[in-house]
Nanobody, 124 residues
């Protein structure tokens, strides 16, 4: 029900835009979140957008470089990533949940729906 795409190989300082298409879900009823998982590391929170489409929330590492947005008509959520760094290399996942509250945004176990992940590699 969630399909993530847009990953690839990019040089440091470059940009990518990830997409997450939701099927069977009404975006405005869900919190949608981006997580990432680097090899050998735990899955970590990147950004989230809530049901009311208030300003998205970002991790400290994403703040100022990444922008999350959604297009209700296209049932799609985006993550625009600029000024990418090698440490941004990871598999990026989108996740969705109707019930998650703000304090749970950063916990992977808060989410019922997951996309399959898209690999982002930042390397020269």
């Amino acid at each position: 029900q969630l399909q993530a795409s847009g990953g690839g190989l990019v040089q440091p300082g470059g940009s990518l835009r990830l997409s997450c298409v939701a099927s069977g879900l009404t975006l405005r009823n869900y919190v949608i979140t981006w997580f990432r998982q680097a090899p050998g590391k735990e899955r970590e929170f990147v950004s989230a957008i809530n049901r009311n489409d208030h300003s998205p929330f970002y991790s400290d590492s994403a703040k100022g470089r990444f922008t999350m947005s959604r297009d209700i008509a296209k049932s799609t959520v985006y993550l625009q990533m600029n000024n990418l760094r090698p440490e941004d290399t990871a598999v990026y996942y989108c996740a969705a949940d109707r019930q998650v509250i703000r304090s749970g945004y950063g916990r992977p176990d808060s989410y019922d729906y997951w996309g399959q992940g898209t690999l982002v590699t930042v390397s020269s």
